[in-house]
């Protein structure tokens, strides 16, 4: 059984002014030409959930303030900081210069599984998710150190995007919450 579920003063939810003084972890997510507000929305509210230090919004990725964003955000669009970069490239070059690693979720010849994938937890890393038909652009996975894919059966062998980003985030949440 499953047991009762708790309620919202058990859940230890921090106000906006506590979660804007504590760490994050040191993942910054670069969405790169993503369509749907909404995606972009649960990218946003993802990244307040798993500590990313920020998004970054690249391309025709929509940004913050927007209606649209915040209705699948439920306001993490207000604490989450973010960038925008018209080239996604021109954000990979400036994140290479401040020491990240980069990888994008893709699936490539060369990808490392999710569950494989060895996180660095004094490292610095920069994930990039692509838009929803055509995924992370070649140029930019040519700009990568590497994939991460996520193993999938069934006919379609793709998530959506905001699915994705959170599957991978999981990961690095998760590896970055052990160390402590």
């Not at 990218?43 to 959930?49: C, H, L, Y």
């Not at 995924?135 to 150190?145: A, W």
Request: glycine content about 6%; hydrophobic content about 40%; some cysteine.
């Amino acid at each position: 059984m499953a047991g009762v579920k708790k309620s919202s003063s058990e859940l230890g939810r921090m106000s906006a002014q506590e979660y804007a003084s504590t760490s994050r972890s040191s993942v910054i997510l670069v969405v790169d030409s993503v369509r749907s507000l909404h995606n972009v929305g649960s990218m946003f509210r993802t990244a307040d959930a798993f500590d990313v230090e920020a998004i970054w919004l690249c391309g025709i990725s929509a940004t913050p303030p927007n209606k649209e964003i915040h209705k699948t955000a439920l306001g993490a669009e207000l604490n989450v900081k973010w960038r925008y970069f018209e080239r996604c490239t021109d954000a990979l070059k400036e994140l290479e210069k401040e020491g990240y690693r980069i990888y994008c979720v893709e699936q490539t010849v060369d990808s490392v599984m999710v569950g494989d994938f060895e996180v660095d937890t004094d490292a610095k890393y920069a994930l990039v998710v692509g838009n929803e038909v055509d995924g992370v652009s070649d140029e930019v996975v040519e700009m990568c150190m590497g994939a991460i894919e996520i193993p999938q059966s069934g006919t379609k062998h793709s998530l959506n995007v905001s699915v994705a980003a959170a599957v991978v985030l999981w990961r690095f949440y998760e590896a970055f919450r052990k160390r402590g």
